[in-house]
């Protein structure tokens, strides 16, 4: 997700092994994912605000478990989430509390809540995408880190990866994380569980959306980050985040050796395929969505890697921010994008997965298309958007009917 001002710019596998059997970790063999020694597909979503639920003091845990049991129920098992937000805590627009609030300094409550998080992941099976960083703002991302380390505001930070200075503090940061010990597995069950060894952890996402300036520095910070998560942790995915196609250099920074899977992002409004404010182009953004999909699709063939749509959303009807309001406008997108994703997983696995964005459960704007402050409830549209725009709720019992249908049919390609 990046923001609604965006400019918009814009081998084959001879010796296979054998896939590894009941460790519980996500594994990667050709174009497959495989869990427990059988193929893995799912249906998962964008959850980014779950550490910030899970804090004990500042969050809201009531809501956090009551919402993954909802999640569950309709068979989501993948989440795509934040593990990382920088401060100072006193901006607009920024998801608060943040886990850095200070350079190098940490929010104990909110990393209590990443851990209490992952714990109650962990108990129901699912899986985490942790993204470590932030190409937008709303988090603090690379722009804070220009401020804190480079004394001025990027709000476009192209220029981070060729500056060592910055991309050393986000190494410092991924020692720091992945060698996390999680509290809550100590408190409710006595046991010592390292992050880095805690299979609910499916992958590590180097940043959410980090655009490439110049390709050539892209894919040396590309490499650089990964190589140093996989000597961390080894048992662990490392992805890049980015949004495909739409934007320079995403395959070469595919190609990268310890990239271990294909990501990539549609955004129908966002990128003017499709008008919210009437049925009628709807058709033109399933299309120009599903076409998104195949010439990623076809751009990464020959890579043999699984690929992921890890987000794509739209608006209720009329582009309404009611919680209230219909969204079968929005249903019929859902499924014209998880029909053609179904459609490539059946065809030699060209697709394993989708999240949507995003899942807001029990949580609602405190006025309907207006600005996040501290103290609202977080819901899936981060604090840069208003607020309602893409949220799917716990009472959208047609889209959650929707999801039911297709997390069944994803769950039956897992064998
Ligand atoms: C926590 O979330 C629940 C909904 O699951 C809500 O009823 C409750 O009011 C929330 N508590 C606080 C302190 O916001
Ligand atoms: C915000 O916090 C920072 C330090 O955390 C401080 O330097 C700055 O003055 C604060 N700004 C405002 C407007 O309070
Ligand atoms: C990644 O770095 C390694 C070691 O420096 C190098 O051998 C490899 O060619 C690099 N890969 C890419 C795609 O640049």
Known sequence: MGTKYLLSILLLCAVCHVAQASSGFVTVNGRNFYLDGKKYFYIGTNYWHGMNLGAPSSGNQTRLTEELDQLQEYGIKNLRIMGSTQGPDNKSKRIVPSLEYEQGKYNEDIFEGLDTFLYEMGIRDMKAVVTLNNFWEWSGGF?????WYKGHYNLYPTGFYKDSTLTSKLDDFIRVIINRENTAYKKYEGKTVL?????TIMAWQLANEPR??????WVKWINHTSTLIKELAPKQLVSIGNEGTITGCSERG???ENIDYITFHAWAQNWGWYSPHSRNGLNNGISRAQGYITSNVNLNKNRNKPMVLEEFGLARNGNSYDPASECDIRNDYYDGVFSKVYDFATDESLMSGANFWAYG????PRSNGGWWK???DLIGDPPHERQGWYTVYNTDQSTLDLLKKWTTKFD???Q
């Open 143 to 147: 722009p804070q880190y220009f401020e």
């Open 195 to 199: 992050y880095k060894d805690d299979p």
């Open 212 to 217: 490439a300036g110049d390709c050539t520095d």
């Open 254 to 256: 595919n190609h990268v």
């Open 361 to 364: 459960g029990t949580g609602r």
């Open 374 to 376: 501290e103290g609202d």
């Open 412 to 414: 039956e390609l897992c």
